[in-house]
Protein backbone atom coordinates (compact mmCIF):
# COMPACT_ATOMS: atom_id res chain seq x y z
CA UNK A 1 0.00 0.00 0.00
CA UNK A 2 1.55 3.28 -1.08
CA UNK A 3 1.62 6.23 2.12
CA UNK A 4 3.22 9.37 1.57
CA UNK A 5 4.50 10.99 4.00
CA UNK A 6 5.34 14.99 2.87
CA UNK A 7 7.39 17.10 4.83
CA UNK A 8 9.97 20.43 4.93
CA UNK A 9 7.02 23.17 4.86
CA UNK A 10 7.61 26.23 7.19
CA UNK A 11 7.66 30.06 7.34
CA UNK A 12 9.91 31.99 5.16
CA UNK A 13 10.40 35.56 4.07
CA UNK A 14 9.89 36.71 0.55
CA UNK A 15 13.18 35.62 -1.72
CA UNK A 16 13.67 32.92 0.31
CA UNK A 17 14.43 29.33 -0.03
CA UNK A 18 12.26 25.44 0.86
CA UNK A 19 12.55 22.01 0.18
CA UNK A 20 9.88 19.81 0.35
CA UNK A 21 9.95 16.45 0.39
CA UNK A 22 7.62 13.17 0.13
CA UNK A 23 8.50 9.61 0.36
CA UNK A 24 6.07 6.80 -0.05
CA UNK A 25 6.82 4.73 3.14
CA UNK A 26 4.92 2.18 2.08
CA UNK A 27 8.64 1.14 -0.11
CA UNK A 28 5.77 -0.19 -2.69
CA UNK A 29 7.85 0.75 -5.72
CA UNK A 30 5.32 0.57 -7.68
CA UNK A 31 4.52 4.64 -8.11
CA UNK A 32 5.00 5.80 -11.99
CA UNK A 33 4.14 9.19 -11.30
CA UNK A 34 4.89 11.31 -8.07
CA UNK A 35 3.89 15.49 -8.27
CA UNK A 36 2.91 18.20 -5.93
CA UNK A 37 0.08 20.28 -5.83
CA UNK A 38 -0.31 23.33 -3.47
CA UNK A 39 -4.04 24.90 -2.21
CA UNK A 40 -3.74 28.14 -0.68
CA UNK A 41 -6.80 29.77 1.38
CA UNK A 42 -9.61 30.12 -0.89
CA UNK A 43 -8.50 28.80 -3.57
CA UNK A 44 -8.90 25.73 -5.38
CA UNK A 45 -5.73 23.10 -5.23
CA UNK A 46 -3.84 23.42 -8.69
CA UNK A 47 -0.99 21.68 -10.07
CA UNK A 48 2.62 22.30 -9.11
CA UNK A 49 5.47 19.93 -10.47
CA UNK A 50 5.23 16.15 -11.40
CA UNK A 51 7.64 13.52 -12.28
CA UNK A 52 6.56 10.77 -14.57
CA UNK A 53 9.33 7.98 -14.02
CA UNK A 54 8.27 5.95 -17.19
CA UNK A 55 9.17 8.37 -19.60
CA UNK A 56 11.74 10.50 -17.43
CA UNK A 57 10.05 13.49 -17.97
CA UNK A 58 9.11 16.43 -15.23
CA UNK A 59 6.25 19.23 -15.76
CA UNK A 60 5.56 22.10 -13.85
CA UNK A 61 2.44 24.39 -13.01
CA UNK A 62 2.29 27.72 -15.34
CA UNK A 63 4.90 30.15 -14.61
CA UNK A 64 6.78 27.80 -11.80
CA UNK A 65 9.22 26.43 -13.82
CA UNK A 66 12.69 28.44 -13.17
CA UNK A 67 11.44 29.12 -9.43
CA UNK A 68 10.33 25.41 -8.49
CA UNK A 69 12.46 21.88 -8.86
CA UNK A 70 11.12 18.83 -8.72
CA UNK A 71 13.83 16.04 -8.40
CA UNK A 72 14.88 12.56 -7.59
CA UNK A 73 17.77 10.07 -6.68
CA UNK A 74 16.11 7.37 -9.22
CA UNK A 75 14.29 5.48 -6.60
CA UNK A 76 10.59 5.27 -7.12
CA UNK A 77 9.68 6.76 -3.83
CA UNK A 78 11.05 9.87 -2.77
CA UNK A 79 10.93 12.90 -4.24
CA UNK A 80 11.80 16.81 -3.57
CA UNK A 81 10.45 20.15 -4.65
CA UNK A 82 12.81 23.00 -4.75
CA UNK A 83 11.55 26.24 -4.01
CA UNK A 84 13.79 29.14 -4.81
CA UNK A 85 12.82 32.82 -4.72
CA UNK A 86 10.00 32.23 -3.06
CA UNK A 87 6.85 34.94 -2.75
CA UNK A 88 3.87 35.79 -0.50
CA UNK A 89 1.16 34.17 -3.02
CA UNK A 90 3.71 30.91 -3.11
CA UNK A 91 1.86 30.55 0.67
CA UNK A 92 -0.14 27.63 0.62
CA UNK A 93 -0.48 24.00 1.60
CA UNK A 94 1.41 22.07 -0.48
CA UNK A 95 0.43 18.61 -0.93
CA UNK A 96 2.50 15.54 -2.48
CA UNK A 97 0.41 12.96 -4.73
CA UNK A 98 1.32 9.59 -5.98
CA UNK A 99 -0.21 7.45 -8.86
CA UNK A 100 0.35 3.85 -10.07
CA UNK A 101 -0.81 4.47 -13.30
CA UNK A 102 1.79 3.05 -15.85
CA UNK A 103 2.56 5.16 -18.65
CA UNK A 104 2.06 8.12 -20.01
CA UNK A 105 -0.70 11.09 -19.48
CA UNK A 106 -1.97 14.70 -18.32
CA UNK A 107 0.24 14.40 -14.69
CA UNK A 108 -1.44 17.77 -13.87
CA UNK A 109 -4.79 16.23 -13.37
CA UNK A 110 -5.65 15.36 -9.99
CA UNK A 111 -8.06 13.04 -10.35
CA UNK A 112 -4.97 10.58 -12.22
CA UNK A 113 -3.27 10.66 -8.42
CA UNK A 114 -4.44 7.92 -6.13
CA UNK A 115 -2.68 8.27 -3.30
CA UNK A 116 -1.76 11.75 -1.40
CA UNK A 117 0.18 13.30 1.58
CA UNK A 118 -1.35 14.99 4.77
CA UNK A 119 -0.14 18.40 3.49
CA UNK A 120 2.50 20.14 4.85
CA UNK A 121 2.18 24.07 5.00
CA UNK A 122 4.75 26.78 3.33
CA UNK A 123 3.82 30.70 4.49
CA UNK A 124 5.48 33.29 2.92
CA UNK A 125 6.20 36.48 4.28
CA UNK A 126 6.89 40.07 2.60
Known amino acids: QVQLVDSGGRSVQAGGSLRLSCTDT????????MGWFRQAPGKEREFVAAINWDIGSTYYGDSLKGRFAISTYNVRNTVYLQMNNLRPEDTAVYYCAASTRPGSWNEAQQMMYQYWGQGTQVTVSS
Open 26 to 33: GRTFSVHV
